[in-house]
């Protein structure tokens, strides 16, 4: 197999950006240029001090440090990065389409053949090419129609290696991966590009954690993998609105299950509700893959862990409102977290968006304290969901950069993040300066319900 040196990577987003460092790092023999349209987010990954790079990801900053300029770099230099690489990552986003045929369900897939097309026009030698966003199955088969119908000589090879990281672990998981993925053509020359990919991350990866599939095996994969993790969280969060009506605990029925090895401990965890930019747009997409075979069961199956998901962010919100006497109108409202998740400055389909859009609805007077997220970002992410004007958004909506500015005098605290700082602050003087009766609504089940009941709060915590 072709021994590769040059990689480029289209997409310094939240996957190409921490993906690529890794590589960087654990390959110092092969330069690695991550590129992007991007001119913003480029020179963010540039900033000479490497805590200012866009993504934030615990130990990200420090594996930048350490290969950027040797053999990781970043560039709007799109065309020069392709022509000279022999191996081509594309890392570009695939949100939900939001207009024409599959509006709202279908992964649109424009940028991704904007690359493809890019590829095969600057391309003067062969290369292999490799899906890392996360695509429909059979999207492969597009991107090789454009590539060989380019009337130059050039030889491509198309392989799929999805991307299982999770935000806030990234660094982690691209160190010591469950598995690598790698689906490729059963020709000679697909298992010939499949052993070139497989040589750059036995750098570091046990070899028998690297598999090997075929190509629509590898792209259905992925969708499978987030579909299953997904239905866990809905799973659990359905059975937490029935602790809440029987006494039981969710906390517990967790553990008693997790402890069963053909189910695992881990994402048992009842929350408001999932977030993040893969769960709902990959679990749309499989539905309407599904749907697009006749398969309406199989779609519906799987559509209703959005619907449960929906019904928990909104169920959320609602006791808030029921809690404070039907009315939250006027009210300080103090949000303790913005983030879809702790340890990352992401808040894409974030619950506290929806959440926050909910009691703006009823005309709560939002203040939000996130370690990580900005101001902007917030409002944002707000005025995106157009539910009312910009200027109402920030009449309504205050940001502090403080937790316990950010609850003072409020009626109510909801945690929608469960950041670590949260478990350690000083509760008694966060509830002196509140509203009474001061009222805590834990949406991560992060505090200890006993000891602030104890300092005075009312404390909701889901399934409990
Ligand atoms: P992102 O939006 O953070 O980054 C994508 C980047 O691609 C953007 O910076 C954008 O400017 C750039 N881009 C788009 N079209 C381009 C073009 N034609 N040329 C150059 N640059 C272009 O997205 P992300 O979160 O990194 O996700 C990328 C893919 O990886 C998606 O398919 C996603 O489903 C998948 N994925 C994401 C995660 C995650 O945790 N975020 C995990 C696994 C897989
Ligand atoms: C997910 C997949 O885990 C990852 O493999 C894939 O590559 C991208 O999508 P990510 O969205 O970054 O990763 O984070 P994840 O840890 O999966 O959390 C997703 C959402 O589910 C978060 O909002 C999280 O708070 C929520 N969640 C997770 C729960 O509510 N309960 C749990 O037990 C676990």
Request: glycine share 6%; hydrophobic share 40%.
């Amino acid at each position: 197999a072709k021994k590769i040196t040059k990689i480029c990577c289209i997409g310094a987003g939240y996957v190409g950006g921490p993906t690529m460092a890794v590589i960087a790092q654990k390959c110092p023999g092969i330069k690695v240029t991550v590129v992007d349209l991007n001119q913003a987010r480029i020179e963010a990954w540039n900033d000479p001090d490497t805590n200012n790079i866009p993504v934030y990801e615990p130990g990200l900053a420090e594996v930048v440090a350490e290969a950027r300029g040797r053999n990781l770099f970043f560039s709007t230099a799109v065309d020069e990065a392709i022509a000279e690489a022999e191996m081509i990552f594309i890392s570009v986003n695939t949100p939900t389409k939001t207009y024409g045929t599959g509006k709202g369900m279908a992964a649109d897939l424009k940028y991704i053949e904007l690359c493809a097309r890019q590829i095969a026009r600057v391309s003067k030698t062969d290369k292999i090419i490799v899906e890392k966003s996360t695509l429909p199955v059979r999207t492969a088969e597009a991107v090789k129609s454009i590539l060989q119908n380019t009337g130059n000589d050039v030889q491509f090879q198309i392989l799929s290696n999805p991307e299982f990281l999770a935000e806030g672990t990234a660094v982690e998981d691209l160190h010591a991966p469950d598995r690598i993925l790698i689906g490729g053509d059963t020709t000679p020359e697909g298992q010939d590009a499949i052993q070139s990919l497989v040589d750059v991350y036995s750098n570091w990866v046990p070899r028998e954690r690297i598999l090997t599939t075929n190509l629509w095996s590898s792209e259905l994969s992925k969708l499978t993998a987030n579909a299953f993790l997904a239905q866990r969280v809905s799973s659990i969060n359905a059975l937490s609105e029935l602790c809440e009506h029987t006494g039981a605990d969710i906390s517990e029925v967790s553990r008693s299950i997790g402890t069963d090895s053909r189910i695992g401990p881990k994402f048992l965890n009842a929350s408001v509700g999932f977030g993040g930019s893969c769960f709902q747009k990959d679990i749309l997409n499989l539905v309407y893959i599904a749907r697009s075979y006749g398969l309406q069961q199989v779609a519906d199956y799987w559509e209703q862990v959005i619907i449960m998901n929906d019904h928990q962010k909104r169920r959320f919100g609602n006791k808030i409102v029921k809690t404070l006497y039907n009315t939250v109108s006027g009210k300080k409202i103090a949000f303790l977290g913005w983030a879809f998740k702790k340890d990352t400055n992401d808040t894409r389909e974030s619950p506290a968006i929806f959440v926050a859009d909910n009691l703006l609805n009823e005309e709560a007077k939002v203040a939000v304290y996130d370690p990580k997220v900005s101001e902007q970002q917030i409002l944002g992410d707000l005025n995106y969901l157009q539910s009312r004007n910009e200027a109402k958004n920030a009449e309504l909506v205050t940001t502090f950069d403080n937790a316990y500015e950010c609850c003072k005098g409020a009626h109510a605290i909801a945690i929608l993040t469960e950041w670590d700082e949260f478990k350690t602050y000083d509760w008694e003087q966060i509830y002196q300066n509140m509203t009474k009766p001061a009222f805590l609504f834990d949406g991560r089940n992060v505090v200890d319900k006993k000891k602030l009941t104890e300092i005075g709060f009312k404390v909701y915590t889901i399934g409990k």
